[in-house]
């Protein structure tokens, strides 16, 4: 059973910037993706970002330039800096996996294909 643990969001004013990672237990090395997704009270479950295995990113419109998801394999630990940050960007960050052979950018639209998720952790940007 993987488990995915997120760190400690946090509260920052706008222009700000934070860091978020999810560590990856009892992990397969058979992952395709590697996602943060977000949920507000405004907005439902949006895709922000993956990264794949050939390391290969892509991201919502809504953070493109601002935000960088990277990971770091011998640490099976995944991150996402998010930098720029505005009150819209406000929400509860999860990360999830897909354990199984998946064309990435499918998932950014369709969470509910990933097959893990992290407990998920809030991030408040202040205006």
């Known amino acids: 059973q993987v488990q995915l643990v997120e760190s400690r969001g946090g509260s920052v004013q706008a222009g700000g910037s934070l860091r978020l990672s999810c560590a990856a237990f009892e992990y397969t090395s058979s992952w395709s993706c590697m996602n943060w997704f977000r949920r507000s009270p405004v907005k439902k479950r949006e895709g922000v970002g993956f990264?794949?295995?050939?390391?290969?990113?892509n991201y919502a419109d809504s953070v493109l330039g601002r935000f960088t998801i990277s990971m770091d394999a011998a640490k099976n630990t995944l991150y996402l800096q998010m930098n720029s940050l505005q009150p819209e960007d406000s929400a509860m960050y999860y990360c999830?996996?897909?354990?199984?052979?998946?064309?990435?950018?499918?998932?950014?639209?369709?969470?509910?294909?990933?097959?893990?998720w992290g407990q998920g952790t809030q991030v408040t940007v202040s205006s």
């Open positions: 990264i794949d295995r050939d390391g290969s990113t």
């Open positions: 999830a996996t897909k354990t199984t052979p998946l064309d990435c950018n499918r998932s950014l639209r369709r969470p509910a294909l990933m097959d893990y």
